[in-house]
């Protein structure tokens, strides 16, 4: 019997069937399946609009690019080449999407409601010891940092994905997610320190 992560039938370990079967559903999708369409929504819908809402800051616009980026995958399934997971090609498109309605407009901070809409927020370990009370200061101090900084962080922390597949998000090389995502975390422990939150 296989555990997560083990292998479980001729060398595929889970993930692959993840893979496998997030890739079934954008080949039904290419077709028009809108059962398949509910499917990957239910998967990933939270994870995409915590990443878009981390960068935008409104609800109502983070729930408007949400639906262009359905949209798009729901035109554009049959234009994926399996070049990168299903999640971070669906992330892509939510960024591009996001870069499009922001331009122009000054990026507002994350409303309130930030921590609860990370589906997945697997805060570093400095962050764990938190209570409650504190975990409103340190969404506040998230708030705070810059745009790449939120981004950044969000997709490394926030949606499962490694380090080469943010990379291929952001467009840049894994080095500079590093470096990137080394920065927001300091910019962050700065942030904390000012407010008394680290210890």
Same mark, same amino acid.
């Given at each position: ?7 479980? !039938? #001729? ?8 893979? &496998? ?5 954008? /080949? ?14 239910? /998967? ?17 616009? &983070? ?32 960024? /591009?999407? !996001? ?49 790449? #900084? ?5 997709? &490394? ?9 943010? &990379? ?32």
């Amino acid at each position: 019997m296989s555990g997560p992560g083990q292998v479980t !039938t #001729h060398g595929a370990t889970r993930d692959d069937a993840q893979r &496998a079967s997030d890739c079934d559903l954008l /080949r039904l999708i290419a077709l028009r399946d809108e059962g398949a369409m509910a499917e990957l929504y239910r /998967r990933y819908g939270r994870i995409v609009f915590g990443q878009i809402l981390l960068v935008v800051g409104e609800r109502t616009l &983070a729930e408007e690019i949400l639906q262009d980026t359905m949209l798009a995958v729901w035109r554009g399934a049959d234009s994926y080449r399996g070049e990168s997971v299903v999640l971070s090609w669906v992330i892509a498109i939510a960024r /591009r999407r !996001t870069r499009d309605r922001m331009r122009g407009r000054r990026l507002r901070v994350v409303d309130e409601t930030f921590a609860g809409e990370q589906a997945s927020p697997d805060p570093g370990p400095e962050l764990v010891a938190l209570d409650r009370a504190e975990l409103a200061e340190v969404t506040a101090a998230i708030r705070l940092l810059a745009p790449a #900084h939120r981004e950044v962080l969000g997709l &490394a922390l926030g949606t499962g994905l490694s380090l080469p597949e943010v &990379a291929d998000v952001l467009e840049i090389p894994v080095g500079t997610v590093k470096s990137r995502l080394a920065a927001a975390r300091n910019a962050l422990d700065r942030v904390l320190t000012e407010k008394g939150l680290n210890r």
